[in-house]
């Protein structure tokens, strides 16, 4: 599935490119009130979780990673959604306040475990765990949740999403946002925003799993391990930043030998249409100019450093690689063979061996800095398109959500929304749909670009456009 945002905009469409479903959400103009505006939604619970047991004394003070220091200012979201039980009539709202309980506690309970994301960044390198807490916020919805996941939309998203009470200072700001919607027919929303300073998707799904497994209590199967949050601030320590990089001489575009095209995996796939188009989309909105372009792809570092980082360890843990699209024309089948290519080279250049042992070695700082310093010279060009991908694939986001009521029939990223606020939206995430089979993307584009990405005949021809989420 391909999700796409367009700030405000979005447009969503179903198709598949070789092994990989897409799905684009379109947000157009309705006449009269939108969707969104004819559904109310009730705030009838607003307060502040705290962990069970206060953090001990020798543990008040949290280090960040350089890794984490380097992570941007944004609030990484996610919504999970549940169907209803049935028979949809009986229920009326009547489980809805027990299910709070539940998650409420259990969140508490989790909180005591990583007590950090309770507490507050008083610095860009210490969090102070000083059991503040997180925000829970608990709502009623006077609709079906079938009628929201039929057509679904950006303005639909961002009110089950949730959303900062007012705070002075950044200090007072909270790592952490819940909140929890309750449909009329039973079924429920769960949207969760994390604060990326101190988490990644995998301490993202880690701390999800820890608090499923505390809600279900002793029916729960899961093994908890105590999270490690020393490992990776050890790997990588923090800086009084900023800093300045030792320099090398170098083109701020990496150049690595070409590569025979071989069969692509699915994410290369998907990313190599979704830049592809979005390279045309661009073209087109110029009026027929072209440019160059360089996509950002995120990795995760987990798997890749030696020994590997254990499941528990909580943190960022994640580098990026460049790729450059090696010609102007957007049009053609071999200019996606070569974007794969790129995404290929680009990956087995940056995250070799050999480059491993830099980035665990003596010179480990400089290596992290060097490749931020590299993609910060890179947006400030103006002759190139720039984009940025992220795979959420193979993280098991369904499997890690089961608070007691079932598996989530629905996980979705929200990257472009609420309140994260990012100056160069030109970007895309990559899930696995929930059968496994396919691919669910989030695109985010400029708002005169998406007109024309929407529209691209390579994506209709494999395309039906808006298909119903089906619970």
């Known amino acids: 599935m391909f999700w796409t945002s367009q700030l405000p905009s979005a447009s969503k469409l179903s198709c598949k490119y070789p092994n990989a479903q897409f799905v684009i959400e379109r947000n157009s103009a309705n006449q009269g009130k ?3 505006e004819m559904v109310d939604h009730e705030n009838i619970r607003k307060q502040i979780i705290k962990p069970s047991s206060p953090t001990p004394l020798q543990l008040k003070t949290f280090n960040l990673s350089l890794l984490d220091q380097l992570a941007p200012m944004i609030y990484v979201r996610l919504i999970f959604w549940f169907r209803p039980d ?7 709202f009547v489980k809805a306040e027990a299910r709070s309980q539940v998650l409420m506690r259990s969140l508490s309970e989790t909180l005591t475990r990583f007590y950090p994301f309770a507490g507050r960044m008083i610095s860009n390198s210490s969090i102070e765990c000083n059991d503040q807490g997180v925000d829970y916020i608990e709502t009623r919805v006077n609709c079906r949740l079938q009628d929201i996941l039929k ?6 998203f961002t009110k089950v999403l949730p959303s900062r009470m007012e705070y002075k200072e950044a200090a007072t700001t909270p790592l952490l946002l819940v909140k929890v919607n309750f449909f009329e027919c039973g079924g429920m929303a769960i949207g969760i925003s994390f604060f990326h300073k101190v988490a990644d998707l995998s301490t993202m799904k880690l701390f999800i799993k820890t608090w499923a497994a505390m809600a279900q209590g002793s029916s729960s199967e899961v093994v908890l391990l105590l999270p490690d949050f020393k490992t990776i601030p050890s790997l990588f320590p923090p800086l009084d930043l900023p800093v300045n990089a ?8 990496i150049q690595v030998p070409k590569v025979g095209f071989e069969e692509p995996t699915r994410v290369e796939a998907v990313a190599a249409l979704i830049w592809k188009c979005a390279m045309a989309a661009a073209t087109a909105n110029r009026g027929g100019f072209k440019k160059q372009s360089w996509l950002r792809q995120v990795v995760n570092l987990r798997k890749r450093l030696n020994p590997p980082l254990l499941e528990h360890c909580v943190g960022n843990a994640f580098s990026r690689f ?9 049009e053609t089948e071999t200019e996606l063979q070569s974007l794969v290519k790129q995404l290929r080279n680009g990956m087995s250049d940056q995250f070799s061996e050999s480059a491993m042992r ?10 992290v800095l060097l490749g931020f310093k590299q993609v910060g010279s890179l947006l400030q060009r103006d002759d190139l398109d720039a984009y940025f991908c992220s ?19 629905w ?9 994260n606020n990012m100056s160069k939206p030109n970007g895309y995430v990559l899930m696995d749909s929930r059968d496994g089979e396919g691919i669910e993307a989030r695109v985010s584009l400029v708002e005169g670009e998406m007109a024309f990405f929407e529209c691209n005949k390579e994506l209709l021809a494999f395309a039906s456009v808006n298909p119903c989420v089906k619970l």
Not at 151 to 156: A, V
Not at 246 to 253: A, F, H, Q, T
């Open 34 to 36: 939108n969707k969104s």
């Open 86 to 92: 049935p028979p949809e009539d009986d229920y009326h």
């Open 151 to 156: 057509q679904p939309d950006d303005e639909s």
């Open 246 to 253: 030792k320099e090398k001489e170098m083109d701020p575009l």
């Open 322 to 330: 460049v790729a450059q699209s090696q010609t102007l024309d957007c």
């Open 358 to 367: 830099k980035l665990q070695g003596s010179g480990a700082i400089s290596e």
């Open 391 to 409: 795979s959420w694939c193979r993280f098991d986001l369904y499997e890690s959500a089961d608070f007691g009521w079932g598996k989530p029939r």
């Open 411 to 419: 996980v979705t990223s929200c990257i472009g929304l609420g309140d």
